[in-house]
């Protein structure tokens, strides 16, 4: 399970370094995509492999569907680390995430999460306030946090 949040900077050709707790668990080859607040989402091929195949069972008929699909099949790329433990991310994901030098890495369960820093912070700031209600609403009694 990834969690934790980094810390990092893109250099100049584009390549960031994956913290070495995460590098494991990614595996040699995963998937970078768009994610859906303006951040890229990394999977390891396995989690990349039962989201795809979730898609798959998606109908085809419903517009939904078809628009996510294009959208998250199409901003992914397969990716691996360098002999540094660096990833090249590509120019339209960096433009996508609005990621020019610093960033955050996230671990959020079964993937990691890449934002820019002004566009986490505003997640933070934004969704600071409304936590308690949305613990409130996604858990029911029975669990404690």
């Known amino acids: 399970m990834f969690m934790g949040e980094f810390h990092h900077s893109i250099d100049e050709k584009g390549r960031l370094i994956i913290p070495a707790k995460f590098r ?4 040699e080859e995963f998937i970078i995509t768009r994610g859906i607040e303006h951040c890229l989402y990394v999977y390891s091929k396995e989690n990349w492999l039962a989201i795809t195949q979730k898609l798959e069972t998606l109908p085809f008929t419903k517009k939904d569907a ?7 099949l199409s901003g992914a790329t397969a990716a691996e680390f360098d002999k540094q433990g660096r990833v090249n991310i590509a120019s339209p994901q960096l433009s996508y995430a609005n990621i020019t030098k610093e960033c955050i890495i996230v671990g959020v369960g079964s993937r990691l999460e890449i934002w820019s820093s002004d566009n986490w912070n505003n997640f933070m700031d934004s969704a600071f306030d409304s936590m308690s209600d949305i613990a409130e609403n996604l858990f029911n009694e029975s669990v404690s946090l």
């Open 24 to 27: 494991e668990d990614l595996g």
């Open 66 to 72: 078809r628009e996510f699909s294009r959208f998250f």
